[in-house]
């Protein structure tokens, strides 16, 4: 399996931004990044299919874009607008089409806070 570590995460204040970036051994041809809070499922929030669609939850939508620069192995999630509720453990998931059977990295921390 690949390893993957995602970085980027931090304190900001409410409407701030951060970048997240989720780093893979292998070429990611697709993924998804999840969020956690304590108590909470895990919940998905944006993923790149094989086919290099992207989507996004309906609570981010519009707010939070994934990008590759043309690198093959790192995905970033450009996070504008932050509320509180965006507060949680993200976390990157790599897989090559089907995400139960992906990668998972440790997670970095957001917190949105004045």
């Known amino acids: 399996q690949a390893q993957v570590v995602e970085s980027g995460g931090g304190l900001v204040q409410p409407g701030g931004s951060l970048r997240l970036s989720c780093q893979s051994s292998?070429?990611?041809?697709?993924m998804g990044w999840y969020r956690q809070v304590p108590g909470k499922q895990r919940e998905l929030v944006a993923s790149?299919?094989?086919?290099?669609?992207?989507n996004y939850d309906d609570s981010v939508k519009g707010r939070f874009t994934l990008s590759r620069d043309n690198a093959p192995n790192t995905v970033f999630l450009q996070m504008t607008s932050l509320k509180p509720e965006d507060t949680a453990v993200y976390y990157c998931?790599?897989?090559?089409?089907?995400?139960?059977?992906?990668?998972w990295g440790r997670g970095t921390q957001v917190t949105v806070s004045s």
């Open positions: 998931n790599v897989h090559h089409g089907i995400p139960d059977l992906g990668s």
């Open positions: 292998e070429s990611i041809s697709a």
């Open positions: 790149i299919t094989v086919s290099g669609f992207t």
